[in-house]
């Protein structure tokens, strides 16, 4: 399984990452910093679907799936591009990431920017704040209804937004509980990578009308992004389909048709 390696892997990081910076200190110095997030404001704006743009280089499965990978000159595209804010893959084992990226894009781009990792450890939150980050994405699959519920409190009080992530029944009423006011329903099984996205038509009836509410993975055209806004979805995640593209301004232009 994938996901299990995931973690496993994430956790000896994140172990590693107390030894070079102590759990003590990282959390002063994120007391430090002052986030204004208008990540929840850019992904609900009314009257139009809104546009999480992703910056992955790789993926478990496919590997390399950019190679002339700029996170800056890609960030930029996005920006010109209309997008909403930006997510940001920081996972360095399996996704060919790392924090450095969002740091930079921090001083150089004016959109919110979501730290995307498998967060599993209230040192990542502290540690997201440091990099620059305005939201992060906490996973209710793999995180208890304590952990989700301390986490996310955490991450609001330091000012950040949260997007919590679903794909069951059980997640969406973990991230209720959890007080979330963005939902994303994933349409990846993060186990087999598999796309469908009746995922989002199947959980979107379970979460209240007064949730943000965005649908990621697995959208790669026009059409899919207006059945996705007929089902009462605010924002869309897309990444790889962009990724793959030679002219991402162009597939920008034909997905989203700002």
Do not use: W
């Not at 973690?7 to 110095?29: F, G, H, T």
């Not at 009423?173 to 598999?194: C, H, P, V, W, Y």
């Amino acid at each position: 399984m994938i996901l299990s390696k995931i973690i496993n892997e994430k956790r000896k990081e994140i172990e590693a990452a107390r030894l070079n910076m102590p759990y003590e200190k990282l959390k002063e110095l994120a007391g430090k910093i002052y986030v204004k997030s208008s990540f929840k404001r850019n992904v609900s704006r009314p009257h139009h679907i809104n546009l999480i743009a992703e910056l992955k280089k790789a993926t478990p499965q496919k590997g390399i799936i950019r190679g002339d990978f700029n996170p800056l000159k890609i960030a930029l595209t996005y920006q010109a591009g209309g997008a909403g804010a930006l997510s940001i893959l920081t996972d360095e084992r399996f996704f060919d990431g790392n924090l450095k990226i969002l740091k930079e894009l921090k001083e150089r781009i004016t959109l919110p920017l979501l730290r995307k990792d498998f967060i599993i450890d209230e040192y990542q939150v502290y540690e997201s704040v440091c990099a620059g980050a305005d939201a992060i994405l906490l996973i209710a699959d793999i995180l208890t209804d304590e952990e989700l519920a301390r986490f996310y409190k955490i991450a609001k009080d330091l000012g950040m937004d949260v997007l919590v992530e679903v794909r069951s029944e059980e997640d969406v009423e973990k991230a209720l509980k959890s007080g979330a006011a963005i939902i994303g329903i994933n349409n990846r099984d993060l186990n087999t990578f598999k796309t469908d996205l009746g995922v989002t038509q199947r959980l979107i009836r379970l979460i209240p009308e007064n949730k943000i509410k965005i649908s990621e993975s697995g959208i790669k055209t026009y059409e899919d992004v207006m059945f996705l806004k007929s089902l009462g979805i605010n924002a869309v995640l897309i990444g790889e389909t962009f990724m793959k593209a030679d002219d991402i301004a162009s597939k920008m232009r034909e997905i989203m048709r700002y």
